[in-house]
C-alpha cells in the first residue's frame, strides 16, 4: 500500500511541478537561478513523501565563494531528493544528453539552465572540459559534476574521473566538495526511511595550480570525502538507531 501511494504520489506531483516549471522556465529559458529553485522545491515535496529526513550541513560562508565547482557523490535516483537542498544559486549541473529525453523531466532539466553532454560522441566529450570552464567564465556560475560519472548504487565512493578538477583548475576556481551519506537503505514500501546527511565541506583553492596538479587534486578530493562519507554513514546510523 506505501510503494503504491509513493509511485502514484511521486508521477502526479512530478507531473504537475515539471509541467508549470516549463511553462514558467519558458518565460525566461535557461537561467541558472532557476536549477536551486526547483531542486529546493523537489527536496520540500519528495522528502515527506518518502519518509527521509535529511541534515543538511552547508559551508557557512559559501555564499560568499563566487562561482566554484562543487563536487559530490552519486549514489541513485534518490540523489535529487536528499541532497536539493545543498544544491546553491546560479549553479548548474552536468548532465547526459540524453536527460533531455526524459518526457516531462528533461525538458524542465534543459529548460532551468543545466549543461548537456554527449557521451556516446567521443570527440565531443573529450570538450566537456572546455565546455565547463567558458560556462564557468562566461555566465558566472558555479558548476555541480559528479566525478565518478556513474551511480555507485551502494558499491561505495567509487574511483573518480579527472574531468572535475581540470575543470576548475582551468577556470582557476575552488573546488567544493559534497559528501552525501548512503541511500541504498531507502525502500518505496518502507513507511519511515529514516535520517540521511549532507554535508559541504570546505572549499579546495585551486588559483595556483597548473593541469598537471589534477590527478593530486583529485587524491586529495577522494581522501576527503571517503573518510567524511564514513563518518556521515556512521551518524547516520546511529540517528537511525534511535528510532
Same mark, same amino acid.
Given at each position: 500500500m506505501v510503494f503504491l501511494f509513493r509511485l502514484i504520489s511521486v508521477?502526479?506531483? #512530478? !507531473? %504537475?511541478?515539471?509541467?508549470? #516549471? !516549463? %511553462?514558467?522556465c519558458l518565460l525566461n529559458p535557461r537561467n541558472p537561478k532557476n536549477v536551486a529553485r526547483f531542486a529546493h522545491l523537489f527536496?520540500?515535496?519528495?522528502?515527506p513523501i518518502m519518509g527521509i529526513k535529511v541534515d543538511t550541513r552547508i559551508y557557512p560562508d559559501i555564499d560568499k565563494l563566487g562561482s566554484c565547482v562543487y563536487i559530490a557523490n552519486h549514489q541513485d535516483n534518490y540523489d535529487v531528493i536528499v541532497a536539493a537542498n545543498v544544491l546553491q544559486p546560479k549553479t548548474v549541473t552536468v548532465g547526459k544528453k540524453s536527460l533531455a529525453w526524459i518526457p516531462f523531466f528533461g525538458q524542465l532539466y534543459y529548460l532551468t539552465g543545466n549543461i548537456l553532454i554527449d557521451r556516446d560522441n567521443k570527440s565531443k566529450a573529450r570538450n566537456t572540459i572546455g565546455k565547463v570552464v567558458n560556462e564557468i567564465k562566461?555566465?558566472?556560475?558555479?558548476?555541480w559534476m559528479f566525478p565518478e560519472g556513474t551511480r555507485s548504487r551502494g558499491r561505495g565512493l567509487?574511483?573518480?574521473?579527472?574531468?572535475?578538477f581540470k575543470a576548475?583548475?582551468?577556470?582557476?576556481?575552488?573546488?567544493v566538495p559534497i559528501c552525501v551519506s548512503q541511500t541504498n537503505d531507502i525502500k518505496?514500501?518502507?513507511?519511515?526511511?529514516?535520517?540521511?546527511?549532507?554535508?559541504?565541506?570546505?572549499?579546495?583553492e585551486t588559483k595556483n595550480l597548473c593541469k598537471e596538479d589534477a590527478r593530486a587534486l583529485m587524491e586529495q578530493c577522494y581522501t576527503k570525502m571517503a573518510n567524511k562519507i564514513a563518518q556521515i554513514n556512521d551518524e547516520a546510523k546511529q540517528l537511525n538507531n534511535q528510532k
Open positions: 508521477v502526479i506531483i #512530478g !507531473i %504537475i511541478i515539471c509541467v508549470l #516549471g !516549463i %511553462i514558467f527536496g520540500f515535496v519528495f522528502k562566461k555566465r558566472g556560475i558555479s558548476i567509487l574511483p573518480f574521473k579527472t574531468g572535475a576548475a583548475i582551468a577556470a582557476g576556481v575552488p573546488i518505496l514500501n518502507r513507511l519511515n526511511n529514516g535520517h540521511m546527511i549532507v554535508e559541504m565541506l570546505e572549499p579546495i
